[in-house]
């Protein structure tokens, strides 16, 4: 099985690459490729994915993923 990876990018989406499962709050599946895009903004009008609003919405974000000690 591959490895699940999630990329933080520069004042944008979440990028998940691999197989997952991805539930919603009501226990129910969405139906997802192995790679797609979970909107970090706030903006995206297909939430949870990202549908490029941050790209003008001003969206900057407050500070970069930090090494754990």
Known sequence: MEDVVIK???????????????IDAD????TVD???VLCRCGGSAI???????HRSNGF???????PQE
């Open 47 to 53: 939430k949870p994915f990202c549908d490029g609003s």
């Open 60 to 66: 900057c974000a407050e500070q970069r993923a930090t």
């Open 34 to 36: 192995e790679n797609f």
């Open 8 to 22: 933080v990018r520069e004042n944008g989406p979440y990028l998940v690459t691999g197989r997952v499962r991805l």
């Open 27 to 30: 226990g129910n599946p969405y």
